[in-house]
């Protein structure tokens, strides 16, 4: 086509761009000649574009074979780092799932018909060990969104689990909306269907979105939203436009939640650590102590509100100030929870709103249909992208910064891959 293109511009131009000149006969002919090797050779480059299409047909899973054994082949290479040599000797070192050890043992003495000395360790204080992430596979697909910020350290409190909760509510309250949810899993459940087992990090990222449309349908009931009113839908909760102070405050209580299991998990990890617990319990003190006094008014809330800052002052002077200005600002940070709700129940509600000045009959129902259609693809696609990164910023630079490092290497077990080949035994 772009061949054709490029002839079909440089005729037209050569239109434009004609004169009257005398010419002769012989020299027509061979002007006739050359139009025709022209339009052989176009011909020909025609075939040739079809040939090379059906040989990438037919041949695109002997290419995948031949990738995957290539592939294979460089791993099992770059495992030779891992063995000492001596003359009549080899060393070999590596990492193994606690639970997997007896099978590594078994598969060794396997290989070497029981002629290998095999010594396991546990991992010593300080080593450095590659981290086996475990989650439930209904979990699972988060681990990605874990492992972009950074692959936890050994001993380190994996936020996975708790990420997957939290960051599917967060997204369900900001695009809450029956009809949105449900167009919203739908498309992802097709793209995963279609998506090769390759390709891991697409499916999980699909299955997220599965999960996070599943929670827009259900917070969508809870606040009574269905593409923005296009039907009536009782609500089961609140409405969240006339009940804009309760929805902040919905905000602000999701937040605090969500510091404070920040908070626990780091002196969990300081724990695991062998570090000291204090300096997080006494944030918590503060924090739960100053939500009694501004929300209850109470009595006693004041009294350990200055044994939190007293402790936190004794340890961190300087430190302790800069953390208690932060924590403030991170929970204010939680507003935007119910800002992008409403954002997004305004937008959607205006859409429809859109469609009541349209005339009557025929001509209406159709720039209706198109007006409608068009509104619900960019208020899905820029909907979800925004709430998605807005959650994920939550977890990252709110959550994630107290207990996280997300410095540690992902354990990688050495096995051949099998998704287009196998062993015949």
């Known amino acids: 086509e772009k061949i054709e293109e490029e002839i079909s511009k440089e005729k037209i131009i050569l239109f434009k761009q004609a004169f009257k000149i005398k010419v ?70 590596c990492w193994a799932a606690r639970k997997n050890t007896d099978r590594v043992i078994r598969a060794l003495d396997r290989a070497t018909d029981n002629s290998c000395i095999i010594v396991t360790e546990e991992v010593k204080p300080g080593e450095e060990a590659p981290t086996l992430l475990e989650n439930p596979w209904f979990i699972k697909p988060y681990e990605i969104l874990t492992e972009s910020y950074g692959v936890p350290k050994y001993g380190e409190v994996d936020p996975t689990p708790i ?45 997220i979105l599965l999960y996070a449309g599943t929670a827009s349908f259900v917070f969508g009931l809870l606040f009574g939203e269905f593409f923005g009113g296009l039907m009536k839908v009782a609500p089961l909760w609140r409405e969240p436009v006339e009940n804009i102070e309760l929805l902040f405050l919905l905000s602000m209580s999701v937040g605090i939640s969500h510091i404070s299991i920040s908070i626990l998990s780091r002196s969990v990890s300081d724990f695991l650590g062998g570090r000291a617990m204090w300096y997080p319990l ?15 008014s109470s009595y006693y809330a004041r009294y350990t509100m200055v044994l939190g800052i007293a402790l936190l002052l004794a340890g961190k002077r300087i430190e302790a100030l800069e953390e208690l200005l932060v924590l403030c600002a991170n929970i204010i940070s939680y507003s935007r929870i119910a800002i992008l709700c409403l954002l997004h129940v305004t937008i959607a509600r205006l859409l429809v709103s859109a469609l009541l000045f349209l005339p009557a009959g025929i001509l209406g129902i159709i720039t209706g249909a198109a007006l409608f259609l068009f509104g619900v693809v960019l208020i899905l696609a820029s909907g979800v ?33 099998r998704e287009y080949t196998y062993v015949m035994r």
């Open 163 to 207: 990420l997957a909760i939290t960051f599917t509510a967060f997204f369900g309250i900001m695009f809450a909306d029956i009809g949105y949810g449900i167009t919203l899993s739908f498309l992802s459940l097709i793209v995963f269907i279609k998506t090769t087992k390759a390709d891991v990090f697409q499916k999980n990222l699909n299955l």
């Open 24 to 93: 002769e006969e012989s020299e027509l002919e061979h002007v006739r000649a050359l139009r025709r090797e022209e339009e052989k050779i176009f011909s020909r480059l025609l075939e040739l574009n079809s040939e090379i299409e059906r040989l990438e047909r037919d041949s695109y899973l002997e290419l995948l074979v031949m990738r995957e054994k290539l592939q294979n082949i460089i791993q099992k290479t770059g495992a030779l780092a891992n063995f000492g040599a001596m003359p009549h000797t080899f060393v070999l070192g």
């Open 282 to 296: 006494s944030l918590l003190v503060v924090l739960w102590s100053g939500v009694f006094l501004v929300a209850l």
């Open 385 to 417: 992208f925004l709430v998605f990164i807005h959650s994920l910023r939550l977890h990252w630079l709110e959550f994630f910064k107290r207990f996280y490092s997300g410095v540690g290497e992902r354990f990688k077990p050495f096995a051949a891959r």
